[in-house]
Nanobody
Framework: QVQLVESGGGLVQAGGSLRLSCAVS????????MAWFRQAPGKEREFVAF???????YYADSVKGRFTISRDNAENTVYLEMNNLKPEDTAVYLC???????????????????WGQGTQVTVSS
């Protein structure tokens, strides 16, 4: 059974930083493309960042230059380093695994199969 467990969320002031972690089990992590999405109350789930099994990264325009996605295959963990946080970054952040063999739009939630429960990030102004 594939499981994803996020951690590292919290309350931070605007301009601050947080580092999210997502531990993955039940799948060969080194073969997985991974992504972070976020969902604010009353809004659609939104793509944030992607890292391929080989290390290629891709970001939403809204976070480019502020957020960094990375992975540690030895620890089966993907990270999201978030700097210069803004109130509009407030959301539940979820990590997800891309469907094996998929080659579609990597920013689409429908490309992904397993999801964690999420971790809350709140940025105060």
């Amino acid at each position: 059974q594939v499981q994803l467990v996020e951690s590292g969320g919290g309350l931070v002031q605007a301009g601050g930083s947080l580092r999210l972690s997502c531990a993955v089990s039940g799948r060969t992590f080194s073969n997985c493309d991974m992504a972070w999405f976020r969902q604010a109350p009353g809004k659609e789930r939104e793509f944030v960042a992607f890292v391929s099994w080989s290390g290629f990264t891709y970001y939403a325009d809204s976070v480019k230059g502020r957020f960094t996605i990375s992975r540690d295959n030895a620890e089966n963990t993907v990270y999201l380093e978030m700097n210069n946080l803004k109130p509009e970054d407030t959301a539940v952040y979820l990590c997800t695994t891309r469907r094996l063999g998929s080659s579609g739009r990597l920013y689409s939630r429908y490309e992904y199969d397993y999801w964690g429960q999420g971790t809350q990030v709140t940025v105060s102004s």
